[in-house]
């Protein structure tokens, strides 16, 4: 078919990509697009067809970023599902403008703090010591989207009563993604906003804090930090926390420690945990010796609080976020919880930054889906458009089955938390809340390493190119699992809720599920669906399951197992819609047909018995040689 000459020389320009020469010529001997100027005389001679391949020219085109709020049939249909008409209407024209704003110069920010990471300078010119922390102007600009969209304030002014919380989450759902990071700083923000507004403080400053927290205004704008990770480190704060606090005559402490793990190192101020000192110079150890202290990063004449920026982490993703090591040293703070009350403090702060979580986990995973359904259309491989391909489309349509049940489960937690804030919440309302915060943080955290893998191999090699900005979002999902507790230290919270509530979380999953499946035993296409998950629920909740499912050792079987039929129940929900599409019935069953119960699953194969955790530590810990000696 070619010429020897030819053949030679396009072996040769090839092989030096790399390319193995039998593979080529095979390719080249039995393509169809390269076919002999004889056949086809219109054909552009060989020669002239690959004198591009030398300069290595591109043609593949990029996913484009389109409208976040327009695009999404998913939100949209959600929002005319759940919302009053009246509410709908005057918060639409806001979140479609925004929806083009994250999609272009919000994403050109974010873009920003991804490629000009955060600095510390330790010393000026001068050789006097500053910590000073450079960021990027992306960064900077950033804080005043935050305050002007009011990415915190939507939540607290309550326009809207129970739903200025969906409001807030369906802006930060669409903002995340674009946001540099930058959503990590909000996350702490609201938390530490919650916690000031629970406590209801009497002093002008906290009053005044609050209000930094809350307001839309950019030059007042502040953004909050959770210093609680100390060296010891890790979710046990109880026994890790080593800071102590030495009462001053002017009724403000002085904080002395070491925090391992500050996020958003740059904000104004933090709320953080010390031990108060004794007369005698002692402390309390354990939980019943920490409480929670106010302190604001600065001084008045702009110099830091005592406090000496050690290093900035070298982290696997989320390089836009300035994350330091901080050395607390004599740093002014003011108590804000009854001595010993530290713990419980940090417990409403803790459901609102795992919810922010959730958001993100969520928003990733829209964000990845997004491109490749767009890619899609653009990227032509074999002939035809990804599109095309079945098989592509059947592997992005499994993402979006993911995304769906992830996004609804989100939003219901955010429901919940917008009905709670108003007292507008029964029991059941509460008692979900409690039970579905850690379940929906560690699931959707799950689901967002899977989608954003997933979904890069949907690109090819393209996904794997910095440039493209798409292996970020792998790098930066692989964090939700750790922040905020990892997936097993939540999975034991469930068990303490389930244990402090005597029960009672359960007892109002199990009557949700059930009813918010009768809406749908009028539809034929779903009652198998519903059957399904009705047998799941009552098998979990059995009473012969009672001690398993109080086991530390299945409370991640557990978890996951709450999580896969609440999801599955909210699919179901969202079907049974007068408006609902026939993929929306799809979506749910498909859903449906996974193992929804893998606590029962495991408890068949006897994953929780005495010679199963044998096996286990044998497993782990077999040829290591301190073995013997550490167990």
């Not at 704003?101 to 919000?106: E, I, K, L, P, W």
């Not at 600095?119 to 900077?140: K, M, P, Q, V, Y």
């Not at 990590?184 to 009497?202: F, H, Q, S, V």
Request: some cysteine; overall charge neutral; proline content about 4%.
């Amino acid at each position: 078919m070619f010429s020897p000459r030819v053949r030679q020389r396009v072996a040769a320009d090839l092989s030096r990509s790399g390319l193995r020469t039998g593979l080529v010529l095979r390719y080249l001997c039995n393509s169809r697009a390269m076919t002999s100027k004889r056949d086809h005389p219109e054909a552009t001679s060989l020669p002239e067809a690959f004198s591009g391949a030398k300069r290595g020219s591109f043609f593949q085109q990029p996913p484009l970023l389109h409208n976040q709020f327009t695009t999404d049939a998913l939100l949209l249909c959600y929002l005319q599902r759940v919302l009053p008409p009246k509410v709908l209407q005057e918060i639409s024209p806001d979140l479609e403008r925004f929806g083009e704003r994250v999609a272009t110069d919000v994403y050109t920010m974010g873009r920003d703090c991804e490629l000009n990471p955060p600095s510390l300078d330790h010393f000026d010119a001068w050789g006097r010591r500053i910590d000073r922390i450079n960021t990027c102007s992306g960064w900077s600009q950033l804080h005043d989207v935050a305050a002007e969209e009011g990415l915190v304030a939507v939540a607290y002014d309550r326009k809207y009563q129970q739903w200025s919380r969906v409001y807030q989450a369906v802006k930060l759902y669409l903002f995340s993604p674009s946001s540099g990071l930058y959503s990590c700083p909000l996350a702490m923000t609201d938390g530490a906003a919650k916690t000031l507004e629970e406590i209801r403080p009497n002093g002008v400053m906290l009053k005044t804090a609050y209000k930094h927290l809350t307001t839309r205004n950019p030059g007042h704008f502040w953004t909050s930090g959770q210093w609680m990770t100390e060296r010891q480190g890790g979710s046990d704060v109880g026994n890790g926390t080593q800071t102590t606090a030495a009462p001053q005559s002017d009724g403000t402490f002085k904080l002395y420690g070491y925090k391992w793990f500050s996020s958003a190192t740059d904000a104004d101020m933090t709320l953080t945990l010390a031990r108060i000192q004794q007369p005698d110079g002692s402390v309390i150890p354990g939980s019943r010796g920490i409480t929670m202290f106010y302190l604001e990063t600065r001084k008045e004449d702009g110099t830091l609080n005592n406090i000496e920026v050690q290093r900035l982490k070298n982290k696997l993703g989320t390089k836009q976020l300035p994350t330091a090591e901080l050395l607390l040293d004599g740093s002014v703070a003011h108590q804000i919880t009854e001595e010993g009350r530290g713990i419980a403090g940090i417990a409403s702060m803790l459901t609102i930054t795992r919810i922010h979580n959730s958001i993100s986990a969520v928003a990733g995973m829209r964000r990845i889906v997004c491109l490749a359904q767009d890619y899609a259309l653009r990227r032509r491989v074999f002939g035809k458009t990804l599109a095309q391909h079945p098989l592509h489309v059947q592997t992005i349509a499994k993402l979006q089955v993911e995304l769906r049940a992830a996004f609804l489960l989100v939003m219901e937690v955010v429901r919940l938390l917008g009905l709670e804030e108003c007292s507008m919440a029964t029991e059941c309302d509460k008692h979900l809340l409690r039970l579905l915060t850690p379940i929906a943080k560690l699931y959707t955290a799950k689901q967002a390493i899977y989608v954003a893998s997933e979904g890069l191999e949907s690109f090819g090699g393209q996904g794997y190119i910095e440039d493209t900005g798409l292996p970020g979002l792998l790098r930066d999902a692989q964090v939700l699992p750790i922040w905020e507790g990892t997936t097993n230290v939540l999975s034991l919270d469930v068990l303490r809720s389930i244990a402090k509530s005597d029960g009672q979380v359960l007892h109002a999953f199990q009557e949700s599920v059930h009813s918010k499946l009768k809406a749908a035993d009028s539809l034929p296409s779903l009652r198998s669906s519903c059957d399904v998950i009705r047998s799941a629920v009552d098998d979990v909740m059995s009473p012969k399951h009672s001690d398993v499912k109080l086991q530390p050792l299945a409370a991640r079987d557990l978890a996951f197992s709450l999580a896969r039929i609440y999801m599955a129940v909210l699919m179901i929900e969202h079907a049974s819609w007068e408006k609902a599409e026939a993929h929306d019935i799809e979506a749910s069953k498909r859903w449906c047909q996974q193992d929804l119960t893998p606590l029962l699953t495991n408890l068949r194969h006897n994953a929780y018995d005495v010679t199963s955790v044998s096996h286990d530590l044998a497993l782990v810990m077999g040829g290591h040689p301190e073995c013997s000696s550490k167990l």
